[in-house]
């Protein structure tokens, strides 16, 4: 997945021009390598930057974003999904094994849903608690 320019925008802003771009080309999967010879910067250098406190943070961040608005897309499609696997078992032309793995994947999927579902609750009563000592 690759960085929204409104992504790019929130998460550089503090870093500067050199850093930024070794941000993005980060986000996008680049190697280090890859990275040395875009920019072009050293390995020392860029292990450097790498290493900085600011960076790591700006870094974290920028995940942190990309991974919800990749979370926030597969919601929005959530039932598409659901229908599909759905279309899948009842299509009288698919065959067995088809059928057999559309329907596993629907059911584990409902699992760990159900699953992160409940540690979410969980972890929010923990917290309720907890901020409740201070």
Known sequence: MSPTPETERNTVKH?????A???VLLLAGRTFTEICEA????????WRIR???EFEAAFRQAKEELLGG?????????ML????????????????SEKAQAAD???S?????????DIEQRLQKLEAIAGGRK
């Open 70 to 78: 990749a979370v926030a897309a597969l919601h929005n499609n959530a």
């Open 15 to 19: 870093l500067r021009a050199r850093e």
């Open 21 to 23: 771009q070794i941000l």
């Open 51 to 53: 290493s900085k406190p």
């Open 105 to 107: 994947r629907g059911l």
């Open 81 to 96: 999904f659901v229908n599909t696997l759905a279309g899948v078992c009842k299509d009288p032309n698919a065959r067995g």
């Open 39 to 46: 920019i072009p910067i050293s390995r020392t250098a860029l």
């Open 109 to 117: 999927t409902l699992l760990k849903a159900r699953e992160l579902f």
